[in-house]
């Protein structure tokens, strides 16, 4: 035993090269192998970034009232240049994804000071990390963030003064955390210096103002809307299962014991990586985490995790028990991280994700842009990223991330509502967890309910997921809109369903399908609204020209304008399309009459 011990500690630099680029061949395999997927609130980044590249702002909605409902700066500033340039936004986000984890290692491999111990075993949990995979495709800075944290301690303990001012202000532009901890290791770097302070605080210090007052708050819109919300899971519970089997603390625990005089020359990185970690969390802990899908305002301690581990492998003395000690610790933690059934069930998620896109919001979204007039608002409950993004309306998120008014007034439910009709949206998309009617918790009920809603609204589609049960996006469109816009048409509408387009009968809560001229026509008589009656009438001069019933469609549109010009122009029309038509005589009649 002494003897393979004594052997393990005279490991040549070689092996680990060869377990460490193993583990990056893995890696690359895992990632090529991963689904090209995007998390729904990409777009609310690709938003925001087109905006700005656009219309030269960095808002929701150009033109209106500025709100901030993205995490970060950095990644949208990035977008908006790609953008700029002709570039995909999706292309890119997943370029920069991929780009930024794999950065991530070569930063750690230079913090672990090359081919040793420290760096095989931190490389080797970072790049069999699992949730890394989903994330680098996924679309938002996680693996940026994590990236800029390693980078930001790496320049710390390698005393590069100017990379380490680069690097904490890029840490502070990523995600609002990122603020905090690099405030807690600027005044850690040595020897210290006022001036290095006064180097970082006047660029961020330039940026926070501008800010501030353009959007007129101090934090994001995100974290009013998250800590304003109530919490629709148990978050202790998901952190309990993160941590229980990523971050392996009772092996930590006895690194730390044996190399007690490295972590004592570190002891302020180690007080403010813990006081980072714990604000953070007890702000994760009272705030519904939108989207916390693959531990993903989670994963940022893992990277901390594996900075710890590396420092201490790096300084401790590669005696039998540091090593026996290492291999405890990530043996079984290599296990987790290459099973089979976790990988598999992070894969499932993503593609399911992107399928859900694809059938549902997507189409949507392309819908809507397509026909539905420019200036008409959109309202969203809750799914803002994808729908708004392609539709390119004006959109009212009732998911409260990118409106100040629901994140940051506590309206009370009859607010709420009167919130909902004021800009008088033409088209309103809510999520539903039934296929047969709205359901999407009390808010949703309320406004479906409401006596403007149904006098205003009618379902006209409903979007369905080959691969997601329980999931649904009801379309409704303000009946004007509705009875004189073609229907929503290829996209999936329930099991063994078809593509099929509805409207509520008028005055019932029937859904009728608006696909033919004979519909359309009952539709129309059934109308008790003047101007609904004479949109479907409308409708039905357009879609079916060559029906028998269009010449009387369109007298009753001709009579029903105000303008003498109108009605005149449009009794010619009907004289000179069907001039057989028993209506002929009375249009001619009429036309000397306003002669």
Avoid at 192 to 210: A, D, E, H, K, S
């Amino acid at each position: 035993m002494k003897n393979i011990l004594k052997r393990i500690r005279k490991l040549p630099p070689l092996l680990f090269a060869l377990v460490t680029l193993a583990a990056l061949a893995y890696s690359i395999y895992q990632i090529a192998d991963s689904p090209r997927w995007l998390v729904d609130d990409a777009y609310i980044l690709f938003r925001y970034a087109e905006n700005l590249a656009v219309h030269g702002e960095l808002n929701w909605n150009p033109g209106e009232n500025p709100t901030e409902g993205y995490t970060g700066i950095a990644l949208v500033w990035l977008l908006a240049v790609g953008i700029k340039a002709g570039i995909s936004p999706v292309i890119l986000t997943h370029a920069i994804g991929i780009l930024f984890y794999f950065l991530g290692a070569v930063i750690l491999f230079l913090a672990f000071r090359g081919f040793n111990l420290a760096s095989t075993v931190g490389l080797a949990l970072y790049l069999t990390a699992p949730f890394y995979y989903i994330h680098a495709w996924s679309g938002l800075e996680t693996t940026m963030f994590t990236t800029a944290i390693i980078f930001a301690i790496y320049c710390l303990t390698a005393r590069r003064e100017r990379l380490f001012i680069f690097s904490i202000l890029f840490l502070s532009l990523v995600r609002p955390e990122g603020i905090l901890l690099a405030v807690l290791l600027l005044p850690l770097f040595r020897p210290f210096r006022r001036r290095r302070i006064l180097w970082y605080l006047i660029p961020f210090g330039v940026y926070f103002i501008w800010r501030w007052s353009y959007y007129g708050r101090f934090l994001p819109n995100t974290f009013y809307a998250k800590v304003a919300a109530e919490t629709e899971e148990d978050t202790l519970g998901f952190l309990a299962k993160f941590a229980s089997s990523y971050l392996r603390l009772p092996g930590l625990l006895a690194l730390i014991y044996v190399s007690w005089e490295s972590v004592r020359k570190h002891r302020l990185l180690v007080a403010a990586a813990t006081f980072f970690t714990a604000a953070c969390l007890i702000t994760y802990l009272s705030s519904h985490l939108v989207m916390n899908y693959q531990y993903r305002f989670f994963v940022a301690f893992y990277a901390l995790a594996i900075l710890a581990l590396g420092l201490i492998l790096l300084r401790a003395e590669r005696n039998a028990r540091t090593v026996l000690l290492a291999l405890v610790l990530i043996v079984p933690q290599l296990m987790i991280n290459t099973d089979r059934s976790v990988i598999s069930y992070s894969r499932l998620y993503a593609s399911g994700h992107q399928q859900l896109l694809e059938d549902e919001h997507i189409p949507l979204g392309n819908y809507l842009r397509e026909h539905v007039p420019p200036n008409e608002w959109l309202v969203v409950h809750k799914d803002a990223g994808s729908i708004p993004y392609h539709s390119k309306l004006k959109t009212v998120d009732f998911g409260r991330l990118n409106d100040e008014f629901l994140a940051t007034g506590n309206p009370d439910r009859e607010a709420v509502i009167d919130y909902f009709f004021e800009r008088n949206p033409g088209a309103a998309v809510f999520t539903s967890t039934s296929y047969e009617m709205l359901e999407h918790g009390e808010e949703a009920d309320a406004i479906k309910r409401s006596r403007g809603f149904n006098l205003n609204y009618t379902l006209v589609a409903r979007y369905s997921c080959r691969r997601r049960k329980r999931y649904y996006e009801f379309l409704f469109l303000r009946r004007d809109l509705a009875a004189v816009l073609p229907p929503p048409s290829g996209f999936a509408t329930g099991p063994q369903r078809g593509n099929k387009s509805y409207n509520s009968a008028p005055g019932t809560g029937e859904i009728v399908r608006l696909d033919s001229a004979d519909r359309i026509w009952r539709f129309a008589e059934d109308a008790d609204d003047p101007d609904l009656r004479i949109s479907a009438l409308k409708r039905l001069i357009r879609d079916y020209p060559d029906d028998h019933r269009v010449p009387e469609a369109m007298w009753e549109t001709i009579v029903a304008r105000e303008e003498p010009a109108a009605r005149l122009e449009g009794l010619l029309d009907l004289v000179e399309r069907f001039p057989d038509s028993d209506l002929a005589p009375k249009a001619l009649f009429t036309i000397g009459f306003i002669n």
